[in-house]
């Protein structure tokens, strides 16, 4: 392995530690009710949708992939639906012999 490589890895595993302490940290001061409440619990989704909307626009297994994960998150809880949509790339891909 290359030592830029190394710096670049212990860098970003800083940075995600960094950013995972700082919410246990200081999440005890954030506001729990009213409109600050409901934009936290819309956070999760908020997030799903931006990872996944542009990786729809790849390809037809990810088409399918979104399209699974969209009718998931409707009836599923949220980590469920990220492994169904997960599951459902890969078994498109290997059908269509893009893995």
Same mark, same amino acid.
């Given at each position: +392995?290359?030592?830029?490589?190394v710096v670049a890895m212990l860098a970003?595993?800083?940075?995600?530690?960094? !950013?995972?302490?700082?919410g246990i940290l200081i999440g005890h001061?954030?506001? *729990?009710? /009213?409109? @600050?409440?409901? %934009?936290?619990? @819309?956070?999760?989704?908020?997030?799903?949708? =931006? *990872?996944? @909307?542009? =990786?729809? !626009?790849?390809?037809? %297994?990810? +088409?399918? @992939? /979104? =399209?699974?994960t969209v009718l998931a998150v409707t009836?599923?809880?949220?980590?469920? #639906?990220?492994?169904? /949509?997960?599951? !459902?790339?890969?078994?498109?891909? #290997?059908? +269509?012999?893009?893995?």
């Amino acid at each position: +392995m290359q030592l830029d490589n190394v710096v670049a890895m212990l860098a970003m595993t800083a940075v995600t530690y960094l !950013t995972r302490i700082t919410g246990i940290l200081i999440g005890h001061r954030l506001p *729990v009710e /009213g409109r @600050a409440r409901q %934009a936290l619990d @819309a956070l999760p989704i908020a997030v799903l949708t =931006a *990872v996944i @909307a542009p =990786a729809v !626009t790849n390809g037809p %297994a990810e +088409m399918i @992939a /979104g =399209a699974v994960t969209v009718l998931a998150v409707t009836r599923l809880p949220l980590i469920a #639906s990220i492994a169904i /949509g997960t599951v !459902t790339v890969v078994f498109c891909r #290997s059908l +269509m012999g893009l893995a």
